[in-house]
């Protein structure tokens, strides 16, 4: 199972903002789709992230005024992402041990996506339960 195959269900659309966007248009755009990061992109490239963690971290030094800041002052740049043939596990090890969230997935410098801890946890979820009623099935019929 690779994260191309989550993304084929999921889909390949990404919400994002280009660097100058306030924090104020990054918490709409949360809201609006319920997610919890848009991608900064310019000129095509993916260039960081902005999370709900970075808005809170933003509020706790800047106050509200953080909302009028752009992007590029609250973003994460130092971008962790995978690529379409990564593993399942692989993904989740990446997320569990750098302590993020979200993944976007890059191919040739292009964007193809973005999977999330929820993406990757459900389609775990969904093989764990197949390969159990899998084995139900063959112990009940052999």
């Known amino acids: 199972m690779t994260v ?7 889909g390949h659309d990404v919400v994002s903002v280009d660097r100058s966007h306030k924090v104020a248009d990054v918490v709409e755009l949360l809201c609006k789709h319920r997610i919890g990061a ?25 106050g509200s005024a953080i909302l009028d800041c752009a992007v590029a002052d609250i973003m994460t740049a130092d971008l962790v992402t995978v690529g ?3 593993g399942l596990i692989e993904a989740l090890s990446l997320i569990t041990e750098r302590r993020i969230r979200h993944l976007p997935v890059v191919e040739g ?18 093989i764990i339960e197949y390969e159990a009623a899998s084995l139900k099935d063959y112990i009940q019929h052999a």
């Open 109 to 126: 410098g292009k964007l193809c996506g973005l999977v999330s801890i929820g993406d990757l946890v459900k389609k775990r979820i969904e």
């Open 84 to 86: 379409p043939d990564e």
């Open 38 to 62: 848009v991608l900064v992109i310019e000129g095509g490239a993916v260039e960081g992230i902005v999370s709900e963690r970075d808005i809170i971290r933003g509020l706790q030094d800047k």
């Open 4 to 10: 191309a195959s989550i993304l084929q269900n999921k």
